[in-house]
């Protein structure tokens, strides 16, 4: 057993790198920031393709993967089996023996880092970053038992996650659903946190801007990131203001989307990059000119974050967390989800303002991403980890 001042900490994450998402960047930078700290980091993931449970030593981690299998109506997300993945996950907690167990999601790995805790007595701290409903798009099965399924992953988060000392979750608006629909009495609303400075533009930098006035989108290209919306939306935008779009991520929904593009006539107008390094992404996000989340299923968006740490105005779908980033005229607006009319207007009017304009609707943004310093987070789990009850942030005080 590790001393008090250097704990012994397994992360349990069913999406991990090189997963893309807001889930497995986090449980990425989690581990990176605990090594750092001088912790001794373990991360319990699904193997990212065919094969047996294996063990890769990275700087952030040492990585323990078990077999998954490719889940078959999503491209890249593979399920464990719970009859392999609990007896698996039941020893690994008893050969490492951690201080505490940190699990990102109630589902396989982390449902079987539950128990397992549970088990052998180990602290444990959940988090979720997934509301039931965002199944929907891969279930092929009617509405109806699609509410079941939502119904009861509910009462299975409420039973599972309720075993942990404390639970948490990205946003207030989260932690109330999850209140209100789970059952539980507490969830602390804890930003994922980012490297606020990571995205600025340094001095004397010279990264070129557009040609054109250029909205920028990064994420994956699924179906609850209604990027459909935003590229409709991008032609129904005055022609006289020449309004470009960029697109960063990858995705199923890859193919419609540029079939879309074309039937739009929007070639010339929208350029899909797919996935990008840090470097370039960072590089994409200071070139732009505003930042657009169309999604309606954020329990956060990392990336709306770091577009405003980079001192972007955004333009946000008036959907869960996102209402949290924007202040209305201030640092950019919302939108009417799902519709493109609206989301038009609204670019529009970001456009139609002078480049001093957005400039201060920039630097609104920036301040408002400073209260998700990643350093905060990180000095809050640390806390948890090392027994505290509950931790008291100002992320989400108004600015």
């Not at 063990?55 to 998954?68: D, G, L, M, N, Y």
């Not at 779009?245 to 107008?269: F, K, N, S, Y």
């Not at 919302?334 to 207007?345: H, I, K, M, S």
């Amino acid at each position: 057993m590790s001393t008090a001042e250097t704990l012994k900490i397994l992360i349990a994450a069913d999406t991990y790198p090189p997963d893309v998402n807001g889930a497995a960047v986090f449980g990425y930078r989690l581990a990176r920031h605990m090594s750092a700290r001088g912790h001794e980091v373990h991360i319990a993931a699904a193997r990212p393709g065919p094969g047996p449970d294996t063990v890769e030593q990275r700087p952030e981690a040492t990585i323990h993967r078990f077999r998954s299998f490719k889940a078959p109506t999503h491209e890249y997300y593979r399920l464990c089996l719970p009859w392999m993945i609990e007896p698996s996950m039941n020893r690994l907690v008893a050969e490492l023996e951690p201080d505490v167990v940190h699990v990102q999601c109630h589902y396989m790995i982390g449902k079987a880092a539950i128990l397992a805790a549970e088990k052998h007595r180990v602290r444990t701290i959940a988090t979720n970053h997934f509301m039931p409903e965002n199944l929907d798009p891969f279930l092929p099965f009617p509405r109806w038992f699609k509410r079941i399924v939502s119904r009861n992953s509910w009462r299975d988060m409420g039973r599972l996650m309720g075993k942990a000392s404390v639970v948490t979750t990205p946003t207030p608006l989260a932690a109330e659903t999850m209140k209100d629909k789970a059952g539980f009495d507490r969830v602390l609303p804890l930003s994922n946190g980012i490297d606020v400075d990571y995205y600025a533009p340094r001095s004397g930098e010279d990264i070129a801007r557009h040609s054109r006035p250029t909205v920028l989108f990064v994420g994956r290209l699924a179906v609850e990131k209604n990027v459909d919306v935003l590229i409709r939306a991008i032609a129904l935008t005055d022609p006289s203001l020449d309004i470009g779009l960029e697109i960063v991520g990858d995705g199923e929904q890859r193919d419609r989307l540029r079939e879309l593009i074309t039937e739009l006539g929007l070639d010339d107008r929208v350029s899909m990059r797919g996935h990008v390094g840090d470097v370039e992404l960072r590089r994409a996000y200071i070139a732009a000119d505003v930042f657009c989340q169309p999604g309606t299923a954020e329990l956060q968006s990392l990336v709306s974050l770091e577009a405003m740490s980079a001192g972007k105005p955004v333009v946000l779908a008036d959907a869960l967390a996102l209402p949290h980033l924007v202040s209305e005229g201030e640092n950019g607006y919302l939108f009417e989800p799902f519709n493109a009319e609206d989301l038009a207007r609204r670019l529009e009017q970001i456009f139609q303002l002078t480049a001093s304009e957005r400039a201060t609707m920039g630097r609104a943004s920036r301040e408002k991403a400073n209260q998700h310093a990643i350093a905060k987070t990180m000095a809050a789990y640390e806390a948890l980890y090392q027994g505290a009850d509950w931790v008291y942030t100002d992320q989400f005080e108004e600015s």
